[in-house]
């Protein structure tokens, strides 16, 4: 073999750098299947170094990103932040054919502002749970943005059972830092079933000086509806709040069945040494309103 031919057997550096460039090229050709929705939002490339890059579609921001480990997370809190989705310009909106008209349509939603939105509609207007699964919801869902999701009766009741978890460990923080004592109200009722319920609210200054009020408990109670059966309700409510330290009194109506209750609650407090002399004078706060309301009743007698 002459020297020429060993000479053409071997690859030049120019050759090399060809076949390593056209290797990175076939690796980024040959894309990820990427299953997380942040994808939606982001495009993945490679740099001039064959490193892995991910840049968002609204504001081009890069991030580093390796597919052998994966992880979203970065990504995740970018979008939470982006400035380019919060600012929703025209250069956000897509047009779209609607029977030979050009239409715009919105971006693409957010689905958990939007449970968000849902779980509060149904708090607030005390609506069942299957709501989502109406065939008028969904069309109207569907009319707003082609591109909603639907939900599940099951998904809304989760959705709602989190923000209520999430309020309650927001209340808790403000009756743990309340720099005062607190004061109580509670009322007995019972439904057209017999099935009795009891309620708990709280009153209190807080830091700034406002007074704040917040309804913490409403709780089935079976009966009998004795004084020792309305205390030990009262103190599960009160240790599962951690504020069984902090109370000063409690409102309730004349029943003798909530009088026995405070005796009891009371004897308890002064064990446990978190009462003070005050408190052991004017624990017991009779409602106003159950006094004026018997006296209007004695004279229409």
């Known amino acids: 073999m002459s020297v020429e031919e060993d000479h053409d057997d071997v690859m030049s550096e120019e050759d090399i750098t060809v076949v390593e460039s056209m290797t990175i090229q076939e690796h980024a050709s040959k894309k990820r299947k990427f299953t997380s929705k942040v994808w939606n939002d982001f ?17 081009r921001k890069e991030y580093a990103y390796d597919s052998q480990k994966g992880g979203t997370s970065t990504m995740s809190r970018h979008l939470k932040k982006c400035p380019r989705l919060k600012i929703q310009d ?3 909106l897509l047009l779209s054919t609607n029977n030979g008209e050009l239409a715009t349509r919105a971006r693409k939603i957010d689905q958990s502002k939007f449970r968000d939105l849902v779980a509060r509609i149904i708090i607030g207007k005390n609506l069942p749970f299957n709501c989502v699964e109406w065939t008028e919801f969904r069309e109207l869902c569907s009319y707003l943005n082609v591109d909603v999701e639907t939900i599940l009766r ?11 978890k999430f309020q309650k460990e927001v209340i808790r923080k403000k009756l743990q830092c309340a720099p005062g004592k607190i004061c109580l109200t ?7 079933n017999t099935t009795g319920y ?6 209190f200054v807080d830091q700034d000086w406002v007074l704040q009020k917040f309804l913490l408990n409403i709780s089935p109670l079976p009966p009998p509806h004795t004084g020792q059966a309305l205390s030990d309700k009262l103190f599960l409510m009160l240790n599962d709040w951690g504020i069984e330290g902090k109370v000063t009194s409690i409102t309730l109506d004349n029943a003798a069945s909530n009088t026995s209750c405070v ?4 004897s308890r407090f002064i064990a446990r040494n978190v009462m003070s002399d005050t408190g052991k004078r004017n624990f017991h706060i009779r409602c106003c309103a159950h006094i004026i309301n018997l006296i209007v009743r004695d004279g229409l007698i």
Request: charged share 30%; with cysteine; net charge positive.
């Open 263 to 266: 005796k009891i609650m009371k």
């Open 154 to 164: 099951n998904t809304t009741r989760s959705d709602i059972l989190k923000m209520h």
């Open 186 to 192: 509670s009322d007995m009722w019972t439904s057209v």
């Open 43 to 59: 495009d993945w490339s490679r740099d001039k170094d064959g490193k892995e890059k991910s840049t968002c579609k609204h504001c």
């Open 90 to 92: 025209v250069g956000q």
């Open 198 to 203: 009891i309620s708990l609210t709280v009153h």
